[in-house]
């Protein structure tokens, strides 16, 4: 596997890294409540890797090809995002200086984070539609070890942009309260919307 199929894969995929979407939405959330930006992205990394591997290993295509799985995920996927959503706009988050985070905040915060990419069939099917187009059945790399390779290039191009956005937002909205709750509101609605637009793709399809 050459250095220019890893080039190529990376620049195809940092445009979708960089466009904003849930995982956008839940760092965001995460920067305004403090020192849970960490966990909760590594969350949202466990979800792609496990992506990486679902598709690596053969089952992807097995559960694309069976409409009834991918549906259970989708509605799963949704239901979460809405439930988060309505959480969000419902509780808009604040930051405070002098935030203190226990530890059960942690694992709260990146089993969400898992919760929000894992159960998000677009990452799944991002995986599914781009990893095998960056193969090559003749390397001397086993196809699916290039796909868990390629799989990594994205999850590492999510770390670095999603905690940016998380530290970001904590950042510049630590001493404006009014606009963090907006922006917290903000985010709460762009989940909604994405579980709204899930329900109506799987509705319509």
Partial sequence: MTLSIF??????????????????????SAGLKGRV??????????????ATLIVAGGVGTLVANHPLALSVLTVAGAGYLLWLGINMLAHPATPHADQIQVSDSWQRWAI??????????KVFLLF?????????STATWPVPMQMVALGLVHTLSCAVIYLLVGYG?????????????????????????????LFIEQVLG
């Fill in 169 to 197: 937002s904590q950042t510049v909205l630590r001493a404006r309260p009014v606009a963090a709750r907006r922006v917290s509101r903000f985010s709460g609605a762009a989940m909604i919307l994405i579980a709204i637009v």
């Fill in 128 to 136: 599914l539609a781009l990893l095998p187009q960056f193969t090559d």
């Fill in 7 to 28: 080039v190529a894969f990376w620049a195809v995929s940092i445009l979708f890294v960089i466009t904003p979407g849930a995982d956008w939405a839940y760092a965001i």
């Fill in 112 to 121: 969400k984070g898992l919760c929000v990419s894992g159960l998000n069939p």
């Fill in 37 to 50: 930006v960490l966990p909760a992205v590594g969350g949202l990394l466990s979800g792609h890797i496990i």
